[in-house]
C-alpha cells in the first residue's frame, strides 16, 4: 500500500510540476503585458494548483521534545598530552631510527646531535666547577683567619665576592647542561663528547618527523611530535540556542569517518561563552581506548537531550535545498488579468532535534510565530516548483 502512495505522490508532483510550467507560457495571443518578476524567495500559485499541490497551513507550536541532539566537532588531546621536541643549542643530526607512527615510551632516545658548543659548555662547567671548588676553601679558611684577627675584613670581602662569582657561574652551567639532556653530576674530565641524545618527554606514537641524517636543526625547528592518545576528549560545536540543553555528565555516542561503530563519551566542561559566530562549545572525555579515534579526526555525536519547549513543526514542513533548511509562509493573496493568486515566501531556518513527527525550528528574528500561516502539507511541491519553473508567474 505504501509503494502505490509513494508512486502516486511522484505522479501528482509531475501533473503539478507540468501545470505551473506550462500555464506560465500560456497567454492569450492579445495580451502584450509583460509578465511579472517575483523575489526568488517567492512562490505565486492559482487556486487550482494550490489544490493539485495539496497545500496545507498550520502555525508553530511550542512543544517539548526529547530525542538525539546531533552535533559535530573534532577529537583532541590535552596539552600535558601534546610534546612538541625541540633542542635548546641546535646541532647536526647524527643519528635517528624514527618513523610517524612509532610508539615510543617517557625517556627513550629520539635522536643524538653534535654540536662544537656542547664540548664547550661542558669544558666552561668542569673548569668553572674547579675554581669554585679551590675557592669554596679558599673562603673557609679565610673566614676563619678572619674570627682569629689575623685577616682583614677587605680581604675577605674579595675572597668572599670571588666564591659567589664562581658558584653563580657553576649552578647557571648546570642548568645549560641539564637542558641539552646531560646531567652535571655525571660529568666529569674523561666524559666530555660532542654529542648529545634527545629524549621523549612523554609517552605515546610519534606524530611528526622533520629531521633527517646530517641535517642542522636551529633551537627553534620543530623535531618531533610526540602524542599520546590514551586520554582523548571531544572539542563538539553547538548552537548557541542548544545551549540550556547539555551539561555535564551527560552521555555521548559518537561516530568517526563513514564507520558503523559508535564510541562513547561523557561532557565534562561545557563552554562559558558564545563565540562571534553564535556556537557553543561542549568538552566530553573518552573513556578508555578507542580504536582507530586519533587526534585531528572529524566527529559526529548525538547527544542525549530532553527538556523545554521548543518552536516546531510538523517534519514536513521543512524541505532542504543546497544545505539549507526552509519552510515557505502565506504571504499575501492578489489578483491578476481578474484570477486570484496565492504568493508563499520561502524562509531559512535552522532545524533542530525531530521527534515524533516534529522538528524543532529556529526561526529568523523577528519571525511572528502568532500570526504566521507556514505551509505544513506540500512544502516539497512547492520548492519542486520553484526549482524547475522559476517561472511561477502565471
Not at 508563499?344 to 521527534?355: F, L, P, S
Amino acid at each position: 500500500m505504501t509503494k502505490y502512495r509513494f508512486i502516486l505522490s511522484v505522479i501528482i508532483s509531475a501533473l503539478f510540476i507540468s501545470l505551473v510550467s506550462c500555464s506560465s507560457g500560456t497567454k492569450s495571443n492579445g495580451e502584450t503585458k509583460p509578465a511579472e518578476i517575483l523575489p526568488e524567495d517567492v512562490v505565486e500559485l492559482r487556486a487550482d494548483q494550490i489544490k493539485l499541490a495539496n497545500i496545507e497551513t498550520g502555525s508553530v507550536q511550542m512543544q517539548s521534545l526529547s530525542g538525539k541532539l546531533k552535533v559535530s566537532g573534532i577529537v583532541s588531546v590535552a596539552p600535558q598530552n601534546l610534546a612538541t621536541v625541540c633542542m635548546p643549542m641546535g646541532g647536526f643530526v647524527k643519528s635517528t631510527s624514527l618513523m610517524p607512527g612509532n610508539v615510543v615510551s617517557k625517556g627513550q632516545i629520539l635522536a643524538v646531535l653534535e654540536n662544537q658548543e656542547f664540548v664547550d659548555i661542558q669544558q666552561n662547567y668542569l673548569e668553572a666547577k674547579n675554581k669554585f671548588e679551590f675557592a669554596e676553601a679558599d673562603y673557609k679558611r679565610h673566614s676563619e683567619l678572619f674570627k682569629n684577627d689575623v685577616y682583614s675584613e677587605q680581604n675577605l670581602l674579595q675572597v668572599t665576592s670571588d666564591y659567589k662569582n664562581l658558584k653563580a657561574l657553576v649552578r647557571a652551567l648546570e642548568q645549560k647542561l641539564a637542558m641539552i639532556g646531560i646531567n652535571p653530576a655525571n660529568l666529569h674530565e674523561d666524559d666530555i663528547s660532542s654529542s648529545v641524545s634527545v629524549v621523549s618527554p612523554i609517552s605515546g606514537f610519534v606524530k611528526t618527523v622533520n629531521i633527517n641524517m646530517g641535517k642542522y636543526v636551529a633551537p627553534a625547528d620543530v623535531m618531533f611530535e610526540i602524542v599520546n592518545s590514551d586520554k582523548l576528549f571531544l572539542e563538539l560545536t553547538l548552537f548557541e540556542k542548544d545551549a540550556a540543553k547539555v551539561a555535564a555528565g551527560q552521555k555521548i555516542s559518537f561516530f568517526i569517518n563513514n564507520e558503523m561503530e559508535h564510541h562513547e563519551a561523557v561532557i565534562y566542561q561545557t563552554g562559558k561563552s558564545i563565540s562571534e559566530d553564535k556556537t557553543y562549545k561542549v568538552y566530553a572525555s573518552v573513556p578508555g581506548t578507542c580504536k582507530n579515534v586519533l587526534p585531528g579526526m572529524y566527529v559526529n555525536a548525538n547527544i542525549e537531550t530532553s527538556g523545554e519547549k521548543v518552536a516546531t513543526l510538523p517534519a514536513a514542513a521543512i524541505v532542504s535545498f543546497d544545505d539549507k533548511d526552509y519552510i515557505f509562509i502565506f504571504d499575501k493573496n492578489k489578483e491578476e488579468g481578474g484570477k486570484p493568486f496565492t504568493e508563499y515566501r520561502m524562509i531559512e531556518i535552522h532545524k533542530g532535534v525531530t521527534d515524533n513527527g516534529f522538528s524543532e525550528v529556529i526561526l529568523p528574528e523577528g519571525f511572528d510565530t502568532v500570526t504566521a500561516k507556514v505551509v505544513i502539507k506540500g512544502a516539497y511541491n512547492l520548492l519542486s516548483a520553484k526549482k524547475n519553473a522559476g517561472e511561477m508567474s502565471c
